[in-house]
């Protein structure tokens, strides 16, 4: 018999007041008795193997018999990886971590699933690894929902053609190479050419454009990404912006699951019906992290050492960027992947590869880079497969014949470079091409509304801006553009909601632009000595000064082989 413990005289609760012991035993076995009745054993199997060897982000592994393709293994110390290579003995882990503490005889476990990565609205405005891991300094991201990282591409008849434009806010890309939502669109050039800016000023011009954004950066420096993060920041862009990062210390793993990890990242927004523009800078060190995976792995090499399946590795990643009809809630995924080429060549292995699965390429060139001319991007090499399509009807009245004539401009221009005779049409349609070109200029992280661009290309188009010197066509741009403000709501609203503007509204504009250009008009002498001084370089030596001048005999062959042997040397240089 178990006795009462007796209360002290100096507390105030009564004894009737406290359980006993006793009873307190009884309903804690009885609690016990319950549990272990509704305890049922449950006994598994675990396969368990082995590190055979471990070396560049490579472990060789054996005791997993069933290990499937791509499945996620885990070993002793937390460390992730994706199951690549199945031999009969031995499997091939890529490994998804730091793995200087990995060493042979460590246990490794399956999973049973493949990798995936959290998504939801709880990433918007974070940083974070392909894993899923924050690298800005917060807590992690409560995952609600999870996604594979490798899903199937969206079937082509639950698509929706490619007719809404994606606003750049870039003046020469909206105008010449206009992106719709859903399509596929490259940007290629040489190092230092302004590929990733290009890519960050159609995210800052996204801001209040209901169109969520994902960046993923595959072997950045860290510096670089940390550039990206400050300007997306400082442009208030970060809020609806999901960063992705394997910086270039990362292994090659994290670099390889990267574009996809940030694909299934935006597939959960585009599943929800939004709309969404992602941006892979770049896929040509996602190549390389796969090649040299591959070469590891000890995968038979291909052309430029890297594996035969390389353009399957991209073609699977892009053709999941895609409009949703509107049964299935008509999201679109945009998809802007950024790759670089070595001297100019658009020809090497992975950039055709690229250019033939994407519905179009913007090229950067470094020539018109290192003369000033940003963004640098080379009209006559870039092309939008979509065109027109993906323009708003005011806009595509507008810019319809600009392309055209802007190469045509260039065509003349070269011809006239090395100080050919050119008669006086051919004269205004080149002096029109430079202006055509300096209105196309842009400066960084400073988008032009639509209203604003329709405003400049219809003054362009009307040849307005003809008289206006080279050197301050600039300052007459500002002040175009700051009489878009002007513009009547209601023709704003036409332009917006892709209806076709009336004659009478046109001329309403063209008025506006006509009177924001009146203080900026020239004579044919300071219009003769501005195209001579030009930084393009253009020498046109048949300009006449003054109509009562007679035309002067021919340049001597000698004084004109001297010219052009300049011009040629300042060009190269």
Known sequence: MIKHINQPKSSVTSRAEIPSLEAQFKKTFADIQVASKEFKMQLGLREVGNVIHNANGIAIVSGLPNVGYDELVRFSNGLLGIAFNIDEVTAGIVLLGHYWHLRAGDEVLR????????????????????LGEPL???????AKTR????????????????TTPLQTGIKVIDALIPI??????????????????????????????????VYCAIGQRGSSVAKVIATLRQHNALDYTVVVVAAGDAPPGLSYIAPYAATSIAEAFIEAGRDVLIVYDDLTQHARAYRELSLLLKRPPGREAFP?????????????????????GGGSLTA??????????ISAYIPTNLISITDGQIYLSPALFELGILPAVDVGKSVSRVGG?????????????????YAQFEELESFSRFGARVDQATEKIIAHGQRVRMSLKQAECSPVSLSEQILLLLAVKEGLFDTVPLLAMSEAEQHLLKAASDIPQGIRDKIESDESISDDDGE??????????????????????????SSDRTMVTSIATNKEQEPTDEVPAVELSTKATKNISETSE
């Open 389 to 405: 399509k993906a323009q708003r009807k005011a806009y595509r009245s507008v810019a319809s014949n600009l392309k055209l004539t």
């Open 336 to 345: 802007l992947p950024i790759i670089e080429t070595e001297a100019q060549d």
């Open 136 to 142: 800005d300094g917060i807590a992690p991201p409560k």
């Open 508 to 533: 309403m504009i063209l008025k506006l632009a006509s009177n924001a250009l009146a203080e900026f008009g020239t004579d044919k002498t300071d219009e003769k000595e501005t195209l001579e001084s």
């Open 308 to 328: 035969g399946d390389i353009f399957y590795l991209h073609s699977r990643l892009l053709e999941r960027a895609t409009h949703l009809s509107k049964e299935l």
């Open 180 to 213: 719709g939502l859903g399509q596929r669109e490259l940007i290629l050039g040489d190092r230092q050419t302004g590929k990733t800016a290009l890519a960050i000023d159609t995210i800052v011009n996204q801001r209040g454009k209901d169109v969520l954004c």
């Open 111 to 130: 999973t049973g699933r493949v990798m995936d990565v959290p998504v939801g609205e709880h990433l918007l405005g974070r940083v974070i690894n392909p």
């Open 147 to 162: 996604l594979p990282i490798e899903r199937p591409a969206t079937a082509i008849m639950d698509r929706a053609p490619v």
